[in-house]
């Protein structure tokens, strides 16, 4: 089997290599022991479920690359590789009206596939804020900002903290990806197929959290997807509030901002206030000006829901 591997990569918790032009055979990291095997292998026959199961809908609309076989004495498994390239905002730029609008459609099918496949639960209140690692970013307001910032600046990123730990909203919890951005899905602009991988954060979360995902946010086309998906959803199942509903402009424009947040906070955790290299303030130097840019998004944002 090993014979045949190449381009070796490797994430968080598994290597993975091409293996021939259609497929990709995965292994968990070779510093893990017997214990973390175990419990990798066992992330992976999830993760197969959760394939085979949105798989065996068969919508023409997208497609789910197949977890072929596990074997367990080796610790390997073999996938489906998703044709095309990742789903980048560069890349939809790229491709025709006829495109963007089949991507919309196909990535609007899938939420609705993935959100009905198990029972959709009742509504119930969701802090958005307890998504977030809000410590941390009061913490660099508090701590980090006043270093590169301006007062202006410190007490705008002050009342962002203030208005969204105080938004909640009500909302079904459903069988979702959660984990959709450009890295796991894929666009072939040759044959028309969109294709999504990685299934091993699936699990019941707020319905929310995969319709205004980063991926839909990098693209700008989270607006047209919840169209889709309203017109798509099985509304005799679950409501969802129509596109002109002032509850879900609102909650549209928080999870947004959650997302710029969430990339302020990993900005943030990466600037080093006692560096004394050269190399050390230019990194602290450019991650202020990506936090800068956060702001100025949110900023809009605020003005577009404003109007």
Not at 97 to 111: C, M, S, V
Request: with cysteine; charged share 25%.
């Amino acid at each position: 089997m090993t014979k045949q591997l190449k381009n070796l990569i490797h994430g968080r918790e598994t290597y993975i290599a091409d293996f021939g032009q259609n497929f990709v055979m995965k292994r968990p990291l070779p510093t893990f022991g017997p214990d973390a095997c175990q419990a990798w292998l066992k992330k992976q026959y999830n993760t197969k479920q959760a394939i085979d199961e949105i798989y065996n809908i068969g919508n023409p609309r997208y497609n789910i690359p197949r977890m072929l076989f596990i074997k367990d004495d080796e610790f390997q498994l073999l996938e489906e590789r998703a044709p095309g390239q990742h789903l980048t905002a560069d890349f939809y730029k790229t491709l025709l009206p006829r495109q963007k609008y089949e991507i919309i459609d196909g990535i609007a099918a899938f939420l609705v596939d993935m959100n009905e496949l198990k029972p959709v639960e009742d509504i119930n209140n969701h802090q958005i804020s307890l998504e977030l690692k809000f410590k941390r970013l009061t913490d660099f307001i508090d701590n980090k900002m006043p270093i590169w910032f301006t007062d202006d600046e410190i007490k705008y990123a002050s009342s962002i903290c203030d208005n969204i730990s105080s938004f909640e909203y009500e909302t079904h919890y459903a069988w979702s990806h959660c984990d959709l951005n450009s890295g796991n899905v894929l666009y072939d602009s040759d044959t028309n197929k969109l294709s999504f991988i990685d299934f091993a954060e699936a699990k019941y979360s707020f319905i929310y959290r995969d319709i205004f995902s980063p991926l839909q946010i990098e693209l700008g086309i989270y607006k047209n997807v919840y169209n889709a998906y309203y017109k798509m959803h099985n509304k005799q199942k679950y409501s969802m509030p129509s596109p002109s509903n002032e509850i879900l402009r609102n909650i549209m424009k928080y999870r947004l901002i959650f997302v710029l947040l969430r990339r302020i906070i990993k900005a943030a955790d990466d600037m080093h206030v006692n560096t004394k290299s050269d190399k050390g303030r230019e990194n602290n130097a450019n991650k202020a000006n990506f936090i800068r840019e956060q702001l100025a998004a949110i900023k809009n944002i605020e003005r577009q829901s404003a109007r």
